[in-house]
């Protein structure tokens, strides 16, 4: 059997790992003990993200013709890629927040919704809350103003019972 047919199953499962994700985070993982590398892909897992560590060759070969293209360049030295299709900022989030508690941790760049960001940008889209967190606060300002005006009708109903009956003994 050639090598090629060994390596087209791997460059498929990454190809497809790629394909309409909203996001791709490569990272170099280098130094991470058993113990962080089990704890940083229990968080990813549980997030939806998938990690899995690939050959530079094969990432580079699935890469061509897609959005994740302009990470070849960063494909230098040992490489895992974590991939969501759901949640763009999930895999930068929980990559950037693990990596300062894991120094050896190296986020190298990614690409979210389509674009190809360095490290830096990769932070900053590491900042930006869950979606979940996003909704809960756009209900919570809906509710809000809601939830004083309910107040304002229960206080202006309390007082009009409470002048009632005084109109009613009047007459």
Known sequence: MAKVELKQPVVQEISKAIEGAQSVVLVD????TVQQDTELRKQLREAGVTYKVYKNTMMNF???GTDCEGLSDLLNGPSAIAVS???????????CEFAKKAPKLEVKGGVVEG??????????VAQIPSREVLLGRLFGSFQ???ASFARIIKQ????DSEGAPAEAAEA
């Open 115 to 124: 674009k190809v960001l360095d490290v830096a940008a990769i932070g900053e």
């Open 144 to 146: 809000s103003p809601i």
């Open 29 to 32: 993982h280098r130094g991470l």
């Open 85 to 95: 299709k759901d949640d763009a900022t999930a895999p930068a989030r929980i990559l």
């Open 156 to 159: 202006i109903a309390e007082k």
């Open 62 to 64: 699935a890469f061509k």
